[in-house]
């Protein structure tokens, strides 16, 4: 008799729901514009530089609504920064803090007050620094989880920092089509579309390493085959999210794209943003609590029941 | 009685998986004590099976927080709201805790809850009744809405010179209660001479309550 089909899967983890997705997910779009936009101003790209800082601060601001929104207690939230000795959340928090400050006098400077070369310089150096500190810290903030073994991975940071460069240029790029000046990235758009594609390619390796490397380990595993049949992961993400505008960027980048470029660019990076929001989503739904083992038995902490008494008393046990 | 000494004990458990027959007055005992609402179960009975049929063996194992030494859910707690008294057991300072749930994602055992909002364990709009009323106020100053809860060994009762109330409602004796750096203490000697071990070591975070084999 073939017991695995008795086996149970592990219980799912339901208190880091889409708050939280769209917290991490608006957190990577953030500080991966305002690195696209930072390193767009050191090469010269106007438009790229303009929209890349003005994009991340208000991505920022709106995805930390989403997290406090989620919060037990939000008034207290001032509390969170106050162990960043061992807690990812607190070192997160001061990442988080400083990054929208130096991006809010970024936006000051680009939008209002002129300020000086040297100056705007040490702020895209010292923003640069903390994006990529907060790009890392959405991932570890996962990774550092005992609980979720699914989570417990070291390529968590790698696969969010990734996921965060490409939807932060997407944005970007979809801001300075709509936005911008025109022509569209006169002269550059290939250049951009190469860069795009690079990253969605890494992206895309990573996602793969990342679900590989879950479903060799017995404890992640159930996670990892729940992601594979995930539709919204499948389609959404890896497909088009990542297949399809890496094929348009490729296209593009290319040469071969003429009037469309434009389009097609935009097209692939409202993909890319799309895929990046499942990413997180599919990450954070398919996360599983651990199992227990005691004397050569495993022990699942199960879903709660369904009542089954009409007072709708719930049976104790194996909850 | 531990925890009446003049060294601070480091208290523990030892949960006896040959005498436990999984008839869950422990969670009845610790919800009774504790007025947990619906759905948190600081003490729990989980069921597992091994063998191939016709050869199968059904277990239970009682868990409850392990109050590991070196907690995850201490590490990961970003207020500091997470701390670990003189005697080893992990407690929540329901006055700095945000509500994160960092901690429960972060507790390999699972023995983390928070109640968003207190419930009753009867269908809405029914009033509620005394003891109802009682176990929500209970509840709503000892614990809190909003904010992470766990075991602590039953903290008051504790003070109170009395054992833990999963322990003391125990029909089998599986679940003995005291102090683990006595070697002369019961939990000690059991551990010692039983093979005692702890759930997935492997984690690293050294709870203290183990366990005897099962046969």
């Known amino acids: ?319 | 009685m531990p925890g009446v000494g003049t060294k601070t004990p480091r208290l523990g458990m030892v949960i006896d998986l040959k005498r436990c027959y999984g008839c869950y007055a422990c969670v009845t005992a610790c919800k009774t004590e504790n007025f947990t609402p619906p759905g948190v179960f600081w003490a729990r009975v989980l069921k597992g099976e091994t063998g191939e049929y016709p050869n199968t063996v059904r277990q239970a194992l009682p868990v409850l927080c392990f109050q590991c030494e070196d907690p995850s859910c201490m590490t990961v707690c970003p207020t500091g709201a997470t701390y670990q008294e003189d005697d080893g057991v992990v407690r929540v300072d329901r006055n700095k805790c945000i509500g994160c749930n960092y901690c429960k994602m972060a507790c390999p055992y699972g023995a983390r809850y928070m109640v968003e909002k207190w419930e009753s364990y009867f269908p809405d709009g029914l009033p509620l009744s005394e003891y109802e009323e009682y176990a929500k106020n209970r509840w709503e100053e000892k614990s809190g809405v909003g904010v992470s809860t766990k075991c602590d060994f039953c903290f008051e009762r504790r003070e109170n010179g009395m054992e833990p109330a999963c322990v003391r409602a125990c029909p089998a004796n599986a679940r003995i209660f005291g102090d683990l750096d006595d070697p002369d203490s019961e939990p000690s000697i059991l551990i010692r001479d039983n093979g005692g071990y702890v759930l997935n070591p492997e984690h690293g975070n050294k709870p203290k309550v183990y366990y005897l084999p099962t046969r």
Not at chain 1, 171 to 183: D, E, I, K, M, Q
């Open chain 1, 1 to 319: 008799m073939d017991t695995k089909n008795f086996r149970k899967k592990a219980l799912l983890q339901k208190d880091w729901h889409w708050e939280i997705a769209i917290y991490l997910f608006l957190g990577g779009v953030g500080a991966g514009a305002y690195v696209t936009g930072a390193i767009s101003s050191f090469l010269g790209w106007t438009d790229m530089a303009r929209w890349g800082v003005l994009v991340s601060f208000p991505a920022l601001a709106i995805g930390l609504l989403f997290l406090v929104a989620h919060l037990g207690n939000p008034l207290r939230t001032y509390l969170a920064a106050s162990k960043a000795g061992t807690s990812w959340i607190s070192r997160g928090v001061i990442f988080f803090s400083v990054f929208m400050l130096v991006a809010i006098i970024h936006i000051i400077g680009t939008l209002w007050v002129e300020l000086s070369g040297t100056i705007v310089l040490a702020l895209s150096v010292i923003g640069i620094i903390f994006a990529l500190g907060t790009m890392v810290y959405t991932g570890a903030l996962l990774s550092a989880s005992k609980g979720i073994p699914f989570w417990r991975s070291g390529i968590m940071p790698i696969l969010f920092m990734f996921s965060a460069l490409a939807t932060g240029l997407a944005a970007t790029v979809v801001f300075v089509y709509f936005f911008g000046s025109t022509p569209f990235l006169a002269g550059i758009a290939p250049v951009v579309a190469l860069i795009a594609a690079a990253l969605i390619l890494g992206e895309a390796v990573v996602v793969l390493f990342f679900l590989h490397a879950a479903y060799r380990l017995p404890e992640s595993r159930d996670s990892a085959v729940t992601a594979t049949k995930k539709g919204s992961f499948i389609v959404g993400d890896v497909l088009l999210g990542l297949l399809v505008p890496l094929a348009l960027m490729l296209y593009v980048g290319f040469g071969n794209a003429g009037g469309n470029t434009g389009t097609l660019m935009v097209i692939a990076g409202i993909l890319v943003i799309i895929g990046g929001l499942l990413l997180r989503y599919m990450v954070l739904s398919v996360g599983m609590i651990t199992t227990m083992y005691a004397s050569g038995f495993e022990f699942k902490l199960q879903n709660k029941p369904e009542p089954k008494s009409p007072i709708g008393l719930v049976p104790p046990g194996n909850v």
